[in-house]
């Protein structure tokens, strides 16, 4: 596609509730990354993938929050049982290579969730 | 652990005001520094991207350079307009990128 797509661009789901972002990152890009922006914060890195394996996956907050891959392609990130605290926009990028290459990273618009 | 700080917090100044803002960065090792741009409510576009190995990148009125030794970047802006108004967000690729809190501009016409 043109650029990294998202979606839903909002969501609002009750606590306690799993919710799915998806992502379609640019056409041939091999890598991709999810950070989370909440209000008022910079971004947090949570997971980094390079074609459907996640070498980094450090930066996911708990064991409630999952990514995956597939095709080399579209990735999922599914938090499950929703805190209040999981409000916050997830932005995915992508790349044509792995970081570190010096290519540029093009980020979607996000996925605003909101848990009530 | 690399850390990415940008100051100031916020800026405001009057069209056409030429101006710069900071970023540093605490580990050197860093393979490329980026700046972005990012409007309320929507994502992240790139402004310039500076490789390891050079000292500046030039695109139309923003030129940013990169310090590796003494971990520091900056962001020149000529001839600031409203358009401008935007936070910018300061990135240095580690694995993965590392972000600054960003620099709220609001540019008063």
């Known amino acids: 596609g043109a650029g990294v797509s998202q979606s839903p661009s909002n969501k609002v789901t009750e606590k306690g509730k799993d919710v799915e972002l998806r992502c379609d990152p640019i056409?041939?890009?091999?890598?991709l990354y999810w950070y989370r922006q909440s209000l008022g914060q910079g971004l947090e890195f949570l997971i980094y993938f390079q074609g459907n394996s996640a070498p980094d996956k450090s930066g996911l907050p708990s064991d409630r929050f999952s990514a995956e891959r597939t095709g080399g392609s579209v990735s999922t990130l599914t938090i499950q049982r929703t805190q209040q605290e999981d409000s916050a926009v997830y932005l995915c990028?992508?790349?044509?290579?792995?970081?570190?290459?010096?290519?540029?990273?093009?980020f979607g618009e996000g996925s605003w969730l909101t848990v009530v | 652990k690399q850390e990415v700080t940008q100051i100031p917090a916020a800026l405001s100044v009057p069209e056409g005001e030429n101006l710069v803002l900071n970023c540093s960065f605490t580990d050197s090792a860093i393979y490329n520094l980026q700046w972005f741009r990012q409007d309320p409510g929507k994502g992240l576009t790139s402004l310039l991207l500076?490789?390891?190995?050079?000292r500046e990148q030039t695109s139309g009125r923003l030129n940013a350079s990169l310090d590796k030794s003494s971990g520091r970047s900056t962001l020149y802006i000529a001839a600031s307009q409203p358009g401008d108004s935007a936070t910018y967000l300061c990135?240095?690729?580690?694995?993965?990128?590392?972000f600054g809190k960003g620099t709220r501009l609001s540019v008063i016409a």
């Open positions: 990135a240095v690729s580690n694995t993965p990128l590392v």
């Open positions: 056409s041939g890009h091999t890598a």
């Open positions: 990028a992508s790349s044509l290579e792995r970081p570190g290459t010096g290519n540029t990273i093009y």
């Open positions: 500076i490789q390891s190995s050079q």
